[in-house]
């Protein structure tokens, strides 16, 4: 190399490149490329190690006809660097080096020369490599400090929504109460609770909070707790919705929607109150096993306007009536795909269910009849909570 190598520059240049980033993508080298060129390399490419211990991605790489592979994996060399300098041997004018730090192989670097590589050439080479190990050291750290947060997260997401979903239901009498839950790989926002009264009565409440992990589900202990609150000084269903709403739109940054049902059962009376909002799934069964759908399609979600219509509806509810409820997740968790455009094979399981003796609650016993799916595309199914009561005859 006949020109003076400015090896400061080199060390600026390619640190600078990663001083804002937070992750290693193929897109964050590219600023590289004008320095790699005039340092005289034809070629070159970038090896990041991932988390297997014997395989290496090539990240970043230029040049035309490149002769470096795209992923590099450990075959029976002591090291990476040695499987990728193995491979690349015979290439001209090719130089390789290991991206190293605190006794751990990071990934590696390799590259063409255009002409014989002189002392100087080698010196600005080891310069870059030195200062792409210290980049990929960075990025080890930050990845592992990600990694370890998220795992604290979906841990405490999870522990705090087997504390709000995963309990016994109360024994009520002349009730029968059930409860299926199905959690995600990541903690979503369904939520329930029943209120058995002294007087014989039970109130509850079903719904879902929008989005997943550890903020949705402090987002769903806040509203439990308001609506408790709510409760307390108010036996108007109306009511306890509108407040959760004025709760949700009043902080316009949480952007948190949600799904509600509360409902007052009195067993004396043979009465059911009823007041609903956004897209949870309920049926009626009634005696004779017929079913109506009491689902409300394009209902407002909480928190999407600031004064929605919402009502409380009263129904007789006789011996032998059920009311069942589903949450969202319940559409591709049980391969409910025809279930929104067509509910006729749906209501045909429950009514098949209905006419059986059995012992369990009316959800329990559903369930047991419908297959679990994957997600669309293959993708883990989400979350799915899904309820009944049950009027003994």
């Not at 190399?1 to 937070?22: C, N, P, S, W, Y």
């Not at 730090?101 to 600005?124: F, I, K, M, N, Q």
């Amino acid at each position: 190399m006949k020109k003076k190598v400015d090896l400061l520059g080199i060390i600026k240049a390619t640190l600078g490149t990663f001083e804002h980033r937070q992750s290693f993508t193929p897109g964050m080298f590219v600023p590289l490329e004008p320095l790699l060129l005039d340092l005289g390399y034809s070629a070159a490419a970038i090896y990041i190690a991932d988390d297997y211990p014997d395989r290496m991605h090539r990240v970043f790489g230029y040049g035309e006809d490149s002769p470096f592979p795209g992923l590099v994996v450990m075959n029976k060399r002591k090291s990476l660097h040695k499987e990728l300098e193995q491979q690349v041997r015979d290439v001209p004018g090719v130089m390789t080096a290991q991206l190293f730090s605190h006794d751990r192989e990071l990934g590696a670097v390799a590259v063409v020369h255009r002409t014989p590589g002189s002392p100087a050439s080698r010196e600005a080479f080891s310069v870059l490599v030195e200062s792409l190990s210290v980049m990929a050291y960075i990025e080890r750290i930050r990845k592992n400090d990600r990694r370890e947060r998220e795992e604290r997260e979906v841990f405490f997401a999870q522990s705090l929504t087997s504390r709000l979903l995963v309990r016994n239901v109360p024994k009520v009498k002349h009730l029968r109460l059930g409860c299926e839950y199905e959690r995600s790989l990541e903690a979503g926002g369904d939520f329930f609770d029943f209120v058995p009264g002294k007087d014989g009565t039970l109130l509850g409440f079903f719904g879902c909070c929008s989005g997943t992990g550890l903020r949705t589900v402090l987002e769903v202990t806040s509203i439990m707790r308001l609506i408790f609150k709510s409760i307390a000084v108010s036996d108007n269903l109306a009511h306890i919705l509108r407040d959760v709403n004025r709760y949700l739109v009043r902080d316009k940054r949480r952007a948190y929607q949600a799904s509600l049902v509360a409902f007052h059962v009195d067993v004396k009376r043979r009465r059911l109150r009823l007041a609903k909002a956004g897209r949870l799934g309920m049926l009626m069964c009634g005696p004779g096993v017929e079913v109506v759908n009491l689902t409300a399609p394009g209902s407002t979600f909480l928190g999407m306007i600031d004064k929605p219509e919402i009502h409380e509806d009263e129904y007789r509810f006789e011996p032998g009536q059920a009311l069942f409820a589903v949450t969202e997740g319940f559409y591709t968790s049980r391969n409910c795909q025809k279930f929104q455009p067509d509910m006729n094979w749906f209501l045909q399981a429950v009514e098949a269910t209905l006419a059986k003796k059995r012992k369990i609650p009316l959800v329990n016993a559903i369930f047991n009849d419908l297959t679990p799916c994957a997600g669309p595309d293959d993708q883990p199914a989400p979350s799915m909570l899904a309820l009944s009561v049950e009027f003994l005859r």
